[in-house]
Each structure stands twice: as C-alpha cells, then as structure tokens.
Nanobody, 119 residues
C-alpha cells in the first residue's frame, strides 16, 4: 500500500504561482511513475504532468512552459510548480502513483487539493 498526501493548493490571482507537493508514505519514485492530474467542475480528470522512474517528464499541451514536475527522492515528495496561472487551471489536483506492470500495475491516488485561479 502507498498513501499519497497532497498540499499546497489555494486561491491565487491570474498570473500567479503555486507549488503543489505530494508526499508518499514510502520510497517509490525509483520504481513508480508519478503524475499530477486535475479535474475541473463538470470536466473529466486529465493528466497534467508525469515523471518516470528515470526522470523523464511529460506535460499536457495546455501547461507546457508554465508547469514543472519534479521530485525529491530523499523526501519522498513530488512537486508541481505552477506559474502564469490562468482561470482555466482551476481544478482539484490529484497526485497519482502507478506500479510497474511486472509488480501488478496498481494505481494509487491522493485525496486532492483545490486550486482556484481568480481575481
């Protein structure tokens, strides 16, 4: 079992920045792929950014150049640095961890943290 706890959400003005954190209950980043998803009101959950065990990152087009995913293995923490925020970034942001298929391919989710971009 893996528990994921997100923090760092809040209310921010357009153009502002926030950093989300996701702490895992045990060291997994060298094995699990990590991702940040978001779900806006009335919308489907979408993948925002991901990072593989080897450190390869990927972003959805709408956040490229504005968001950065990173991790600190010593702290069992993955981050999502968000800059130049827009109202359309408003959503609940979820941390996700995926086991390698050879270990079962199980997915784990955090409880989510609300990000609201509004003036």
């Amino acid at each position: 079992q893996v528990q994921l706890v997100e923090s760092g959400g809040g209310l921010v003005q357009p153009g502002g920045s926030l950093r989300l954190s996701c702490v895992a209950s045990r060291p997994i980043f060298n094995i699990y792929a990590m991702g940040w998803y978001r779900q806006g009101l009335g919308k489907q959950r979408e993948l925002v950014a991901s990072i593989t065990p080897l450190g390869r990152t990927n972003y959805t087009d709408s956040v490229k150049g504005r968001f950065t995913i990173s991790r600190d293995n010593a702290k069992n923490t993955v981050y999502l640095q968000m800059s130049s925020l827009k109202p359309e970034d408003t959503a609940v942001y979820y941390c996700n961890a995926v086991q390698p298929k050879m270990l079962g391919g199980r997915e784990y989710w955090g409880q989510g943290t609300q990000v609201t971009v509004s003036s």
